[in-house]
């Protein structure tokens, strides 16, 4: 018999398998991509040296790794996108291998005592959107942190609130964070919350926040922050009205001293609540702060304010709490403060 009788048969043949060979290769790369979130996982539960709760008690081989403890995956590849392990009583150090998770978007290990440095391997989560390992004992400086947030556009929660830093002899007191805030945070485009407070950042307020446009909530409070040198207002207001999404702006209890500029009319439409108590902050209160009628609360207490109370306070209808104490202030109330119906006053302040 002739081959070219036999040639439709090896046709469908070769056809077949073509078709089959793509099922083939995505299964098996799938298998592999799950062995790697697998063994991330695995990896990231060698160093805990203490795990008082047994929260990883079921982190083996024993079952599906999406159904461990604090791991969700995505339903249709199976891959890891949600590691929560807050306050959990977790000790140990962080691994490299977290790195390894590439599908990650929410990472939360705050409250534990993860001690030693954090891995910069973190900064190759790329997907990552929420970072919350604040209330730790990692080790480190701000200035020279080993976390490249250039890598992590994709960032919309990072939080590091109370973050404790240990010198490496365990003779010495704990140390908080300190150093300026990295300029290079502007590269994490989508942040939307933003919490450095109640640390030790000292150096100018970076005007590179001012990228930052898709930022709701900034937290700078209770640091060491200061004004830029030279500037005799606070010039990074300027920048920080870009951010037209801002919602909570709180700068308090730090030594930023200067004038409150004009622009300060011109922050986010959306801006509810504005905190410069105790930031050493000169000269008068400029008219166009009437200007942010969704705030509702205004702290400025604990300053060198002078001058009067501008009119203009009374077109901020929505304002909820006002705290102008222990500035010098002088003249008389102005009757638009009226209009303001909402406020709450509290014993002293009437």
Not at 77 to 92: D, K
Request: glycine residues 8%.
């Amino acid at each position: 018999m002739e081959l070219s009788h036999f040639l439709p048969f090896f046709k469908l043949i070769l056809f077949s398998f073509s078709m089959t060979l793509p099922i083939m290769c995505v299964s098996h790369l799938s298998l592999l991509n799950n062995l790697t979130d697998q063994q991330a996982l695995l990896s990231f539960k060698d160093p805990v040296t203490l795990d008082p709760y047994n929260v990883l008690g079921n982190w083996n081989t024993s079952m599906n790794f999406c159904n461990w403890t604090g791991v969700s995956c995505s339903k249709r590849r199976q891959r890891v996108t949600y590691l929560n392990l807050a306050s959990t009583g977790l000790q140990g150090m962080l691994t490299p291998h977290i790195g390894n998770r590439s599908f990650l978007q929410v990472l939360t290990l705050r409250n534990n005592s993860f001690h030693g440095s954090i891995p910069p391997e973190i900064g190759r989560l790329y997907r990552l959107q929420v970072l919350h390992i604040g209330r730790n004992q990692l080790e480190g400086r701000s200035h020279q942190a080993s976390v490249d947030v250039k890598c992590c556009s994709g960032w919309k929660d990072a939080s590091l609130r109370n973050w404790v830093f240990y010198k490496r002899s365990r003779t010495l007191p704990l140390e908080q964070p300190s150093g300026p805030i990295p300029s290079s945070l502007h590269n994490a485009s989508k942040l939307t919350v933003l919490e450095l407070q109640k640390n030790q950042f000292n150096g100018p307020v970076p005007t590179s926040l001012g990228h930052l446009r898709a930022l709701k909530v900034l937290h700078l409070n209770n640091n060491r922050l200061e004004n830029w040198p030279g500037s005799p207002n606070l010039s990074f207001i300027d920048s920080l009205t870009n951010c037209t999404f801002m919602e909570v702006l709180q700068l308090g209890n730090n030594p930023i001293a200067g004038f409150m500029p004009d622009s300060i009319g011109n922050l986010s439409n959306n801006l509810k609540s504005f905190t410069v108590g105790g930031c050493h902050i000169v000269g008068s209160i400029p008219e166009s702060i009437g200007n942010l009628q969704s705030l509702t609360d205004l702290i400025l207490y604990r300053n060198k304010l002078e001058g009067s109370i501008p009119t203009e306070f009374g077109q901020l209808q929505s304002l909820l709490y006002l705290y102008l104490n222990d500035n010098m202030i002088s003249g008389s109330i102005p009757p638009s403060i009226n209009n303001l119906t909402k406020i709450c006053l509290k014993p002293g302040q009437q």
